[in-house]
């Protein structure tokens, strides 16, 4: 079985930073494909980043392109969004997500993911 649990949500003023962390447990981590979404407030779920595997390959919503940094340490079984620049509109509940097929590549599909944190909020004040 696998468990997600995200850390290092906050509030930020825009401009500002953050870097969001989701430790796994389980040894599937390391062979998953790994996304983070967010929810906006009665919305459903937005894909924000992806990245395979092996961390060679990376997948950013426009929205975030150029902004955010997805990325993995397969040692420590951990996955991490650095999030710059933020803006108020990136205010949301943050959410990783672990897509359990090996040696899988980043995807922007909410449906491939079969694991889901509880989540971690991020305030961007104006």
């Known amino acids: 079985q696998v468990q997600l649990v995200e850390s290092g949500g906050g509030l930020v003023q825009a401009g500002g930073s953050l870097k969001l962390s989701c430790a796994a447990s389980?040894?599937?981590?390391?062979?998953?494909?790994m996304g983070w979404f967010r929810q906006p407030l009665g919305k459903e779920r937005e894909f924000v980043a992806a990245?395979?595997?092996?961390?060679?390959?990376?997948l950013y919503a426009d929205s975030v392109k150029g902004r955010f940094t997805i990325s993995r340490d397969n040692a420590k079984n951990t996955l991490y969004l650095r999030m710059n620049s933020l803006k108020p509109e990136d205010t949301d509940g943050y959410y990783c997500?672990?897509?359990?097929?090996?040696?899988?590549?980043?995807?922007?599909?909410?449906?491939?993911?079969?694991?889901w944190g509880q989540g971690t909020q991020v305030t961007v004040s104006s």
């Open positions: 389980g040894r599937t981590f390391r062979w998953s494909a």
């Open positions: 997500a672990l897509d359990n097929k090996v040696y899988g590549t980043p995807t922007d599909a909410s449906y491939a993911y079969e694991y």
């Open positions: 990245i395979g595997w092996s961390g060679a390959s990376t």
